[in-house]
């Protein structure tokens, strides 16, 4: 038998075994793992509030997170390079090889800012932190910059144990991680040791670093049994790697803009206070929301090459489920009960972050098939495509969000949202005219016969 009839065999025989019940328990437990990334947060703000200036502990915490925001999502999209590219020891190495140069980038920034007076000047300037916080918001990035280090290592063999189907490893990881940041919290207020937001950077690189020690117990072992070289497989070198992730990279610096745009807009509205405070709930309402369903391009990373109409079954399945949850938090008195007892929302404020929630219903409309799309792109490396559909989600949503402030400063903080969905809807746009124009190259569909070279 030839290699290409074998593949064509061995890929039948692994479309058999796969219904929609093996897509449920792959996608579950990575829907379950991020939505517990939302309470890792909550651990910390709830230790530095046992602080005796709980307000001064926080701000300096979430000023030095904002900045490993930037580091932060160039680690995550190592998982999904990852995911993508590993499928033998060779591009495993590569891999590896790239991770390790991402690693030394983050510890020679974390050293420039902690132990240089461009630290100082960073905060004072860009961030217009107070002189007298600047101090203890650089002693708090001395643990905040291993975060960022321990994720890069946690994603690539997420990656890695993503693609050998065992994402239950993705939710005990997380779990155990947890479980560890809350026995260090709970050492930190029994033992009266939470004295300033330092206190929060520590408990979050010990849960990162437990995190990935699990990560990489488990991926380490999958690794040893990939084959030294897999046939039809051209991932070999950094080079190769470097291909794939050097767009996802530099999109991801487009995406961070356009948070910062909002919030500095919302100051333009007419009821500033509540404009930012209810887009700030609402949001964090909405992102715990959409976390169950960020990983759908994994869905197509791993099983559209075998299965490709149940993966679009799978697709109509959930597509819909983050927008009707979300009208549903909005629409129904449900919403407001849950606001109110769970987060203690009341007047104005729960009013208007019902509100604000409306308005993302649309965004939870638009955000799946954008991901569903990326999966496609990511899949036949295509990634070049996200530099050119992030500009257009920032250029969409800057470009709504000016006139939206001038015309309807009333709509305070419900501009938003709206301001997002018409940059996802652009992103969207870009994402399927992309995949529209490959549509015969990648073989979505067959050339017409009139169009076909003679044999």
């Known amino acids: 038998m030839s290699r290409t009839a074998a593949a064509a065999v061995a890929k039948r025989q692994a479309a058999a075994g796969q219904t929609m019940g093996t897509l449920l328990r792959f996608f579950a437990p990575l829907g379950f793992a991020a939505c517990l990334v939302t309470i890792t947060h909550s651990i910390i703000h709830a230790t530095l509030a046992q602080a005796a200036r709980p307000e001064i502990a926080i701000a300096t915490y979430a000023l030095g997170m904002s900045l490993i925001g930037l580091t932060e999502r160039p680690s995550s999209l190592l998982r999904q390079t990852s995911s993508a590219l590993v499928r033998d020891a060779l591009s495993f190495r590569a891999m590896s090889g790239v991770t390790r140069l991402f690693i030394a980038a983050v510890v020679a920034l974390g050293i420039l800012i902690c132990y240089t007076p461009f630290g100082t000047w960073l905060f004072r300037s860009a961030y217009g932190a107070d002189a007298a916080l600047v101090p203890e918001i650089i002693h708090g990035y001395q643990f905040l910059m291993w975060v960022s280090v321990f994720s890069a290592v946690r994603c690539l063999y997420h990656g890695v144990i993503i693609s050998q189907m065992r994402t239950k490893w993705v939710t005990i990881g997380m779990v155990v991680r947890l479980f560890g940041m809350v026995a260090l919290s709970w050492y930190f207020v029994r033992t009266d040791s939470v004295t300033s937001g330092a206190i929060g950077g520590l408990i979050f690189a010990v849960g990162m670093l437990i995190e990935a020690a699990?990560?990489?117990?488990?991926?380490?072992?999958?690794?040893?049994?990939?084959?030294?070289?897999?046939?039809?497989?051209?991932?070999?070198?950094?080079?190769?790697?470097?291909?794939?992730?050097?767009?996802?990279?530099?999109?991801?610096?487009?995406?961070?803009?356009?948070?910062?745009?909002?919030?500095?807009?919302?100051?333009?509205?007419?009821?500033?206070?509540?404009?930012?405070?209810?887009?700030?709930?609402?949001?964090?309402?909405?992102?715990?929301?959409?976390?169950?369903?960020?990983?759908?391009?994994?869905?197509?990373?791993?099983?559209?090459?075998?299965?490709?109409?149940?993966?679009?079954?799978?697709?109509?399945?959930?597509?819909?489920?983050?927008?009707?949850l979300t009208t549903a938090i909005a629409f129904s008195p449900a919403g407001p009960f849950l606001l109110s007892e769970a987060m203690g929302l009341s007047g104005r404020l729960l009013e208007a972050t019902v509100g604000v929630l409306k308005a993302f219903g649309l965004l939870a409309l638009l955000m799946p098939w954008v991901d569903f799309g990326n999966g496609f792109l990511m899949l036949y490396r295509r990634t070049h495509v996200f530099l050119w559909s992030q500009a257009a989600n920032a250029v969409a949503a800057v470009s709504l969000l000016l006139p939206l402030v001038i015309l309807a400063p009333h709509w305070n903080g419900a501009i938003g949202p709206l301001a997002l969905a018409a940059g996802t809807a652009a992103e969207l746009a870009v994402v399927g005219t992309a995949l529209y124009r490959a549509r015969y190259e990648l073989g979505f569909r067959d050339r017409p016969k009139s169009s076909r070279r003679p044999a």
């Open 214 to 324: 699990v990560c990489w117990a488990e991926g380490r072992t999958l690794t040893r049994k990939l084959p030294e070289r897999l046939d039809g497989h051209d991932i070999a070198t950094k080079r190769h790697v470097f291909g794939f992730y050097r767009p996802l990279l530099l999109s991801s610096f487009l995406v961070v803009a356009v948070p910062p745009a909002i919030n500095a807009l919302l100051g333009k509205t007419v009821d500033v206070a509540l404009s930012i405070a209810s887009f700030a709930v609402a949001s964090s309402v909405f992102n715990l929301v959409m976390s169950v369903f960020t990983y759908i391009h994994q869905i197509v990373l791993n099983f559209y090459p075998t299965s490709p109409k149940l993966v679009i079954r799978f697709q109509w399945l959930v597509a819909f489920a983050p927008a009707a």
